[in-house]
Structure formats: structure tokens, C-alpha cells
């Protein structure tokens, strides 16, 4: 939420800035802006809306007032002051002197307003980020130090932050601190960055430095220090960054989703490569900490995620359950946190997370490490904060996603989640021939996600002709209930229509109740335990009129009469299927956008990592 960057350097700081907070769009993009230190001035220059909207503004202006080695940059999702120019950032002190970029949320700043405002500051903005402005101009005119300042004014802050700060007085340098809210020192030679995140940078560099919380760096384009709360300083390692440029194209697709679903064969080939060699010989997870005596210990497992993530660890209660015999609840990260969790050294807690970032996710890990229980960590950003609390670590390892909506990194968190309940069933003795054909399967799997893909097109045909609908239901049972209820997110997030999954057997409990010509009903249908049981409520829904469209392993002749279009997947073990359904829906939710004309990658309202609470 919200992107921040730095630069200082020989380049033309504007073209850094710009091209960064293009690689940052997914944190928000509801309005943005850029600082830049030009001859003893700082000149700030901001618009609503999409980046472009900046850019057009840019070029707008006299080339010699835009010309700087040294500038902030900011890309905005709103939390505080509606989306407008005056919102955006940076935002600056009363004389202009001082300016800077936040991502997070100062909780107190409405306490800290009424006490600068008195002191006689003039706020322009509703956001709680110019608080922070006023109050770090208010200590550098005490001190005339931008370090000291900025370590004096963040001990009155309550929140989280990430700041980037620059001082008329003091030219060509930066200075910036965190808490709680990612911000990472990119290396250089005659050149360094800040940035929320790596793309912003890696076009630049592969080398990178982390902050720890209420770290403060100065960076200058040939001097990076670092300084320790107590302003001793801090030598923090160089870090090699794990991303290649070209991960960042959309190597020809129209968007990132497509182009990212179109990655999930080799992102699971990817994910097994070093852990499953064949369905016989027993996984290897080598960053999974726990001892065999650990896992005998195990009484109960949490799960802890949002969204997407919630979804996945929904699919591991099943496979965990059924595989190591060890109870498993699941719940979102914004609920566990605010009540009596029952947590101790014999639960092994379990957070998913594809940023690693999520603020609501980051509040509940802290509060299971107080009570002992090992956090083992999902995530696709082994260098994320949530990755850094873990105790064990499962890196899913599938590329960095740009498309806001989760996608691939969905398949790898599910690959992980298997690889993890039969890690732990083959350490507890559990039988081998049950475990020796899931092996099997995700072996397989590759290759019939390629299968899906290269029938895209008769997905897209059913798209477009279900995209004139206002509403749909997704249904089905057993493991593949999170499908349903994943398919319906997607569908929501990127086209606006509203979609509910429900278990097919509540249907009859009050949904039925909408169900008529108009409502489509998506049903998802694996061979197994719960066939006939989701047959028979495409029964019902079909004699109430409803349109059902079938995703099925498996169709009988006397059943097809049923759906209005159905679409067939390839065979596969029911507990391994949500893998290959969920790709069917992502297609379709992509498609039925996509024909909408839908800002696909960059959905209304949303943002890909959410890092406020
Ligand atoms: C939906 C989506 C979100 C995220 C959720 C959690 O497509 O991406 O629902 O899954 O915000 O994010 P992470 O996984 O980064 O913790």
C-alpha cells in the first residue's frame, strides 16, 4: 500500500523516480508525486490519478526547474484524505523546506495535528502524512540535523511508516526510516536508491541493504550510513537480489495476470524441483526447522492468512487434516488477532502470505511468537518481514507477481502446502502408499495445467458469453470449497461483478432463494467423495432456471443436459484438483474482465500488498 522511492545520483533523478513507481503501480495508484532538490530548492510536483497523469504534468514543466540528481517519489492508495492532488505526496513543512513520502499509517496523528497546529503550523492536506512533515520540521529547526530530527520526531509517533525525507538545507542526500512498513537501501556505484520494493530498483542494481525497524539511513550517491536508534552506527550486510529485469516484462501477453497464469506449469516444475525427486523418496523442505520429536509434538495447527492466502491455507485444512491426522482451523489474520487464540509450544503455526507483507497477517505472527508456537512462514519473498519472523520458512519461489490479482503465486502457496502436510505425515510414519501417489500427482501436474492452458480459448468463448451477468454463485465441496470461494474472488476483484462461493449443500439453506434465469451457477465437480452429492445440487439449481456451467474432471452422458456450458479438465485426485480448477477460474474471471474492458492489472480500489491493518 502505497510505493516509495529515493534516488541520488548522476542520472537525472526524474527519469529514476518515474520508472520506479511505474514497477511500484501494484502498491496503489490513486494519485502520485516526486520532490526534486534543484538548486538549493526543492521543487514538488504531484497529480491525481494514474502515474500518466504525473508524467503529463512533468512534461509540462520548464526541463532546467525538473533537472536533479537527487529526488523522492511517491505512488498513493488513499487510507487517510480522499485521492486528489492535495492528498498526494510528498507533502511538505509550512515553509517548503522540508518535504517527504510516507507509506503506512500514523494512528496518532489527529493528537499530533491539534498540538502543531497550536504550535502554529498550517495544514494544506487531510492526510495524516503532513503531521509527520510539520512535526520533522519542527525538530530540525531545534536541532538543524536531519538524522537527529527525524529520530526525534518518529519517537512520537504511533503507527507504522516508511519515510523517504529530503531538507533544502541539506542538498542531494536523503534521509529515510521504517517501521513496520517495508523500505530497502538500494547499492549503486555513484548512484544509490530507496525503494518499497525491489522492482522499483533492479533495473538498476542487484544489490540491496534491508533496514531494520527504526533504522535511519543518509544516503548520498557515494556514502550510505546507517544509524541504530541510539544513532550509533550500524554496519547492515549487502544482499543479493533475487530478481532478473525480465521478470518485470510482459514478455508479449496483453496483461501480467495472463501472462502470470500462463507461468503456473514452471512455477510448480519450479517449486518441486529440489523437493520431491520421485514419488518414493521422502520430500525435502531444508528450511523447515522442525525436528521429528517437534513434529510427534504437534497437537494442533493454525492457520493464518488473507484473501487469496486465506484461501489456500482453506485447502490445507483438508489436505493437512486428512494426510497427518492433526486438527487444523484456519482463519483470516484481521480476526485471530483480536481475540483469546489458544496458542502454545505445541502448535505449529502456519502464516501464507505471497508479499510476506500484510500488515494484518505481520500483527498475528507476533502475537503466536509471544506464546511459543513455531511460525512456519508461506511466502513468495523470502526477504520479506514476515519471512524474517519465521521460524521455519517455505519460499514458494513463484517469481515476482505484478498483476494485482493472485495468481500464480496461489498454485505455488497450494504446491507448498502439500509438500508441507506430506513432509509432516512422512515424518509421523503415516502410510507411504497414500503419500507415494499425491507425489505422484503433483509430478504429473505440469503437464496438465499445460493442458488447461492450451484450451483457453473455449474458457475465453464462455467468458464472453456470461459477461453481460450481474451476479454469480460458485459452488462445490470437499477440498475444492476454497476453490469456489477463490474463483468468486477473482471474478470480483478485476471485473466488479458480484460473486459469492458458497459449499454446494448450503445452497439449499437460503442462496437457492436467488437463484433464477439470471443468476449464473459455477459449479466445481471432481470424481470422488463428493460427486453426486455437488450433482445433485446442479440438480436443484437447474430446476430453478438457473444458467450452471460444470468444471469437471468428469461429466456422465445422462448429467450433461444439465449445464449450459461446461468445461473439462484433466483426471486428477480429487485432494490434488483445486490446482487445476482454480486455473480454469482464473481464466475465466480474467476473460470475462478483459471483454468488459476492466483495468485488469490494476483493479479499482485495491492494492497488492496491504500494509495497513
Ligand atoms: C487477491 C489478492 C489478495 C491477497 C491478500 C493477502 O487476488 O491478491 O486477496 O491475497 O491481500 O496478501 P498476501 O498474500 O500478500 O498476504
Not at 522540508?98 to 507509506?103: A, E, G, S, W
Not at 485447502?315 to 483470516?332: C, F, S, W
Not at 511460525?375 to 514458494?396: G, P, W
Not at 461483478?497 to 459449479?523: F, S
Request: hydrophobic share 40%; with cysteine; net charge neutral.
Amino acid at each position: 500500500m502505497c510505493g516509495i522511492v529515493g534516488y541520488v545520483g548522476y542520472q537525472n533523478a526524474v527519469d529514476v523516480l518515474i520508472d520506479g513507481l511505474r514497477h511500484l503501480e501494484y502498491r496503489g495508484y490513486d494519485s502520485s508525486g516526486v520532490a526534486l532538490y534543484n538548486g538549493g530548492k526543492i521543487n514538488v510536483y504531484k497529480a491525481q490519478g494514474k502515474l500518466q497523469n504525473l508524467v503529463d504534468e512533468l512534461k509540462k514543466q520548464d526541463p532546467s526547474e525538473i533537472k536533479s540528481n537527487a529526488g523522492i517519489g511517491h505512488i498513493r492508495w488513499a487510507t487517510h484524505g480522499v485521492p486528489n492532488q492535495i492528498n498526494a505526496h510528498p507533502q511538505t513543512c509550512n515553509c517548503g523546506g522540508l518535504t517527504l513520502v510516507h507509506n503506512g499509517i500514523i494512528e496518532n496523528y489527529a493528537e499530533l495535528k491539534t498540538e502543531l497546529e497550536n504550535a502554529g503550523c498550517k495544514f494544506k492536506s487531510q492526510t495524516d502524512t503532513e503531521v509527520a512533515a510539520h512535526l520533522i520540521a519542527y525538530e530540525y529547526a531545534k536541532t538543524k540535523d536531519l538524522i537527529s530530527a527525524l529520530k526525534n520526531a518518529v519517537k512520537k509517533l504511533k503507527g507504522a511508516w516508511a519515510f523517504c525525507v529530503m531538507h533544502k538545507n541539506e542538498p542531494d542526500c536523503i534521509v529515510a526510516t521504517r517501521k513496520n512498513a517495508p523500505l530497502l537501501i538500494g547499492v549503486g556505484e555513484n548512484e544509490n536508491f530507496l525503494a518499497s520494493d525491489i522492482p522499483a530498483i533492479i533495473k538498476y542494481t542487484k544489490k540491496a541493504i534491508y533496514l531494520n525497524d527504526d533504522q535511519i539511513t543518509k544516503i548520498t550517491k557515494d556514502k550510505i550510513e546507517i544509524y541504530n536508534p541510539d544513532l550509533t552506527l550500524s554496519q547492515n550486510k549487502v544482499e543479493f537480489l533475487p530478481f532478473e529485469p525480465m521478470a518485470l516484462s510482459k514478455m508479449g501477453y496483453k496483461h501480467y495476470m495472463l501472462k502470470e497464469i500462463h507461468e503456473q506449469p514452471d512455477v510448480v516444475r519450479n517449486i518441486l524441483q529440489d523437493k520431491i525427486f520421485d514419488e518414493i523418496s521422502d520430500i525435502k523442505l531444508k528450511d523447515v526447522k522442525l525436528t521429528k520429536e517437534e513434529i510427534k509434538n504437534i497437537k494442533r495447527i493454525q492457520i493464518i492468512a488473507c484473501g487469496t492466502s486465506l484461501h489456500a491455507g482453506l485447502v490445507g485444512k483438508y489436505v493437512m487434516e486428512e494426510l497427518t491426522g492433526i486438527p487444523v482451523d484456519v482463519e483470516a489474520s484481521s480476526e485471530y488477532i483480536y481475540r483469546s487464540t489458544i496458542a502454545d509450544k505445541n502448535t505449529l503455526v502456519i502464516g501464507i502470505s505471497q508479499s510476506g507483507e500484510t500488515a494484518d497477517t505481520i500483527t498475528a505472527i507476533r502475537q503466536v511468537k509471544e506464546k511459543g508456537a513455531h511460525v512456519l512462514i508461506i511466502t513468495n519473498r523470502n526477504e520479506s518481514m514476515l519471512a524474517r519472523l519465521s521460524d521455519s520458512l517455505l519460499h514458494v519461489n513463484a517469481g515476482i507477481e505484478v498483476s494485482v490479482a493472485a495468481t500464480k503465486s496461489y498454485i505455488a502457496q497450494l504446491i507448498s502446502i502439500y509438500l508441507l502436510a506430506i513432509f509432516i505425515a512422512e515424518n509421523l510414519g503415516k502410510e507411504k502408499s497414500i503419500l507415494n501417489n499425491i507425489k505422484h500427482e503433483l509430478l504429473l501436474l505440469p503437464s496438465k495445467l499445460e493442458a488447461i492452458l492450451s484450451n483457453a480459448s473455449h474458457i475465453r468463448d464462455v467468458a464472453k458469453k456470461y459477461s453481460g451477468y450481474k451476479n454469480f454463485i460458485f459452488i462445490a465441496r470437499g477440498i475444492n470449497y476454497p476453490t469456489a470461494l477463490e474463483g468468486a474472488l477473482k471474478l470480483k476483484e478485476i471485473s466488479y461483478i458480484n460473486a459469492t462461493g458458497y459449499p454446494a449443500g448450503e445452497l439449499k439453506h437460503g442462496p437457492i432463494a436467488m437463484l433464477d434465469e439470471t443468476m449464473p451457477v459455477l459449479a466445481i465437480l471432481n470424481e470422488g467423495r463428493v460427486y453426486d452429492k455437488v450433482m445433485s445440487n446442479c440438480e436443484e439449481a437447474y430446476a430453478r432456471q438457473a444458467k450452471l456451467i460444470g468444471v469437471a474432471n468428469y461429466i456422465d452422458d445422462k448429467h450433461k443436459q444439465l449445464f449450459d456450458d461446461y468445461i473439462l479438465i484433466p483426471e486428477i485426485l480429487d485432494m490434488v484438483s483445486p490446482a487445476l480448477n482454480v486455473t480454469v477460474l482464473q481464466l475465466l474471471a480474467y476473460y470475462i474482465a478483459e471483454y468488459l474492458g476492466k483495468d485488469v492489472d490494476q483493479p479499482r480500489n485495491l492494492a497488492k500488498s496491504v500494509t495497513v491493518e
